[in-house]
C-alpha cells in the first residue's frame, strides 16, 4: 500500500496544510515505531503501523480549524470520521478504523450522547494493539505546534480536561509502552 500516494491524493499541493500534516504524522509514526521497535513481545504489525500513523488525520483538511490552515465545514472532532470514510473509499477498512479511533484516548457512546457531540452514538475507542499505539503516540504531537513533542505529564494534562476515563486509558498505555 502507497501511503504517501493517498497522501498526495487529498493534499497535492506544497502548502502550510501539507507541511503540518506531514510534520505531525511522521512524528506520531516515528514514536509508534519507536514503540513497535522497542517492544517485539507485543508482536505489533510494523509496516501497518508506518501506514496507518501516516495516514491518521487524513481527513483534517475537511473540518474548520482555520489555526492549523483547515477550512472546511465540518466540526474539528469529526476529523477521524471523515478520514475513516476516505480511507474505507480506498479500500483500507483496518486504517480507516484507526483514523476513527485515535481521537482522545478514544471516546466513549455514554460521552458522545452525555456531551452531544456530533459524532455517532457509538464507542470509538482503540481496540487492537496497534489502534492503542498510534492513538497513544498521537498524544505527544499537536498540530498547532506540529514540531515540539509533549512530556507524559503534558499529554496526560491535555487529556485530563476530556474526563477521567480517557486519562486512565492514556496512563493504561503509559505502563505499556515506555
Not at 13 to 39: G, P
Not at 50 to 59: N, R, S, T, V, Y
Not at 135 to 147: G, M
Request: with cysteine.
Amino acid at each position: 500500500m502507497d501511503y504517501q500516494a493517498i497522501i498526495d491524493k487529498y493534499y497535492p499541493e506544497d502548502n502550510r496544510l501539507r507541511d503540518i500534516y506531514m510534520t505531525h504524522s511522521t512524528l506520531v509514526m516515528k514514536r509508534a515505531v519507536r514503540i513497535c521497535d522497542h517492544h517485539p513481545e507485543l508482536n505489533l504489525d510494523r509496516r501497518f503501523i508506518i501506514e496507518a500513523a501516516m495516514l491518521h488525520d487524513i481527513g483534517i483538511f475537511k473540518c474548520d480549524a482555520p489555526g492549523i490552515q483547515c477550512f472546511g465545514k465540518a466540526p474539528y472532532l469529526t476529523h477521524g470520521r471523515i478520514g475513516a470514510e476516505l480511507l474505507r473509499a480506498e479500500g483500507l477498512p483496518k486504517h480507516a478504523r484507526v483514523c476513527e479511533r485515535h481521537t482522545g484516548a478514544g471516546i466513549t457512546k455514554e460521552e458522545i450522547l452525555r456531551l452531544n457531540l456530533p459524532l455517532p452514538p457509538q464507542d470509538f475507542l482503540p481496540e487492537t494493539m496497534e489502534e492503542k499505539v498510534i492513538c497513544y503516540a498521537d498524544k505527544f504531537y499537536s498540530k498547532t505546534r506540529p514540531e515540539q513533542e509533549k512530556t507524559i505529564e503534558q499529554a496526560e494534562k491535555s487529556l485530563q480536561r476530556f474526563g477521567e476515563a480517557g486519562l486512565e486509558r492514556f496512563k493504561s498505555w503509559e505502563r505499556l509502552f515506555e
